[in-house]
């Protein structure tokens, strides 16, 4: 049975273990594959779901059990959202000082599974870029969540992040959140 469809994939879920299939009307190019050699990668940082297996047509990772970020937001106090901020926020820098462009930060509302531990998932889309966006594409999705930045100084922040990239400007974008 199907446990969620995407637009070039579906995933089923057995056990502790989801498996994505392509489609095979998808016009997407190993998207896979793709996703199962940055897992790979990634799972050595501590960033993804558990990578089993992956081929051309299916990869096999562990099912990560917990809440899609803003339904955990709904059910927690603000230390608490802070926190996963926080973790989520670390999670984007490592992607980025790898070079690593996610793709969906700006919007990641089936991307962080709030748990156990706070899990980023679906990296099918995600590439090597010189200039990756996830942190201040999660900075984008958390002003528009939070609306309690003051825009000006955030753009501000962003903008010296993206040209140096520097762990003094990521602090700086932490310290407005948390």
Known sequence: MVYAKGKRMNVYKIFNFII???KKESKAV???KNEGIWLKKLNKCGIGPKLYYYNDKFI???FVKGDRILDYFKKVDLNKKKNVVREVLR???ILDKLKVDKFEMHHPLKHIIVGRKIVLIDFERC???ER???VT???QFLNNYYKKVDSDKLKEVLKKYKESYSEEDFDE???LFC
Request: overall charge positive; hydrophobic content about 25%; proline content about 4%.
């Open 127 to 129: 590439k090597y870029s």
């Open 91 to 93: 999670q984007c820098r």
């Open 20 to 22: 994505k299939i392509k």
């Open 137 to 139: 594409g999660f900075c």
């Open 30 to 32: 190993s998207s896979i």
């Open 132 to 134: 990756p966006k996830n």
């Open 173 to 175: 974008i932490v310290g």
């Open 60 to 62: 096999i990772c562990k």
